[in-house]
């Protein structure tokens, strides 16, 4: 295809997925916040440094295209994951296979989950997935995804609609960190708070909750197969019946949710390209890497700084490091994390992140931006605000750093717990060597 080519299809300022094709041959599938500016931008004579050989020999190989708007940037991104699934255009997916892309997946439990995972902890062809403790069983796979952040993303929006739990662990189970989660993610509502009964006695005690909960699950696989439609469509009868029947709650609960589908604010989902392109190197090589850093001291005695690392949502204590605090003054908690992270930085070999997480309020974020700035690197930082209890009010910068609220407070309270440990034991040793 040529740049002139492109006044035909009458491209709109929408967003939507285009099909680069060949013949009937689709050669490339991508999503747009605009179809108009992102397929013109397949035409810039910068294609090659930004975009890459691949994508410019696609681009050479297309005789034409076709493209399918969308109400939403939300839309598009579980659309191009359908168009993927059927055509695996090889512009897509040379250089890929199924190990590689991210899905979206809803187990097969008593209480469903909704999971993004790798490939590579799926099997395909009985439809069971590798997690911890052991194989899962599941109802319905999505994808493949390309970018894993924009998935992540993509499913704490849908959440915001349509409640659902997707705890690392199956949610009966008992585990002090997923209580912490689900408590906290039931406060901001971002877990079905009419399940909190449920979890807290025996599923059979309350059916009611439960089968609501599941309705959810309907409507969350719905929309991640791409049948939005059917959803409205489906969410208008529920309206109208409740209306009709005079339950007036189940009725404003429906016209809240088709609301939401057409007015969400989703334009995180498309990010900047250099950015994004940093987080597909990223995700290629390591799985999404959460790092995150506290400190703890005595009166200003025995200052102690860690950084702990969580990928996927899963601690990798091997990659944990301990900072014995030396060149700042005592109590200094804002010099304190600066002097970790130059450290951390002065330290290629490890791998870096794709967010980090810190202790504190905006000037610990100030201060790992700077630091993080001075290194030439773009890694997005979120900051865990904590009340007089210690316990987390507020979390921010979550959102543009690609991380949820909840895995960041997550990882910030690992930090907290590794941090206080490893202080016990420094201070320990100083005591018997006096």
């Known amino acids: 295809m040529q740049r002139s080519d492109l006044s035909k299809f009458q491209l709109p300022d929408v967003p939507g997925v285009y099909l680069f094709k060949q013949g ?21 004579d910068d294609l090659i440094a930004t975009r890459g050989p691949r994508i410019v020999d696609m681009v050479t190989q297309a005789k034409g295209m076709i493209y399918h708007t969308t109400p939403t940037v939300l839309e598009a991104l579980v659309k191009e994951a359908a168009l993927i699934k059927k055509y695996m255009p090889p512009a897509n997916s040379d250089g890929k296979d199924d190990k590689t892309f991210l899905y979206a997946v809803i187990t097969d439990e008593e209480i469903p989950r909704v999971l993004a995972i790798r490939g590579k902890d799926i099997d395909f062809e009985n439809k069971t997935a590798f997690l911890p403790p052991a194989s899962c069983k599941l109802l319905s796979i999505f994808g493949p995804f390309p970018s894993g952040p924009q998935l992540r993303e993509g499913l704490r929006l849908i959440r915001k609609i349509f409640p659902f739990f997707d705890t690392p662990r199956p ?119 959460i790092e995150a850093y506290d400190t703890a001291h005595l009166a200003g005695t025995n200052a102690i700084g860690v950084m702990v690392v969580v990928e996927d949502g899963v601690p990798v204590k091997r990659e944990y490091r301990t900072f014995r605090i030396r060149g700042v003054k005592k109590n200094d908690d804002v010099g304190s994390l600066k002097e970790i992270l ?38 997005g930082v979120a900051a865990v605000v904590k009340d007089e209890r210690h316990r987390p009010r507020e979390v921010l910068g979550a959102r543009r750093a690609g991380v949820s609220e909840a895995d960041a407070v997550l990882a910030n309270a690992e930090a907290h717990r590794f941090s206080l440990s490893r202080h016990r034991a420094a201070r320990s040793r100083n005591i018997r060597s006096k």
């Open 342 to 379: 130059i450290r951390r930085f002065n330290h290629p070999e490890w791998p870096f992140p794709a967010a980090i997480v810190v202790d504190g309020g905006a000037p610990q974020k100030r201060a790992a931006e700077s630091v993080i700035a001075a290194a030439g690197l773009s890694i």
């Open 24 to 44: 009937r041959k689709v050669l490339y599938v991508g999503k747009a916040t605009s179809l108009r500016d992102r397929v013109r931008s397949y035409f810039d």
């Open 171 to 289: 949610v009966g189970q008992k585990s002090k960190h997923q209580q912490a989660r689900i408590e906290f993610n039931t406060q901001i509502e971002q877990y079905p708070r009419d399940m909190r009964f449920t979890l807290t006695s025996s599923i059979g005690e309350n059916k009611v909750n439960l089968k609501r909960y599941r309705r959810t699950i309907k409507r969350v696989a719905l929309f991640l197969g791409g049948k939005t439609k059917e959803l409205r469509h489906m969410l208008e009868r529920e309206m109208k019946s409740a209306a009709a029947e005079e339950r007036f709650e189940d009725a404003a609960e429906a016209r809240r949710q088709l609301f939401a589908l057409d007015h969400i604010q989703d334009v995180s989902l498309i990010k900047d390209e250099n950015r994004y392109q940093q987080y597909v190197s990223i995700e290629t090589k390591l799985g999404y890497r």
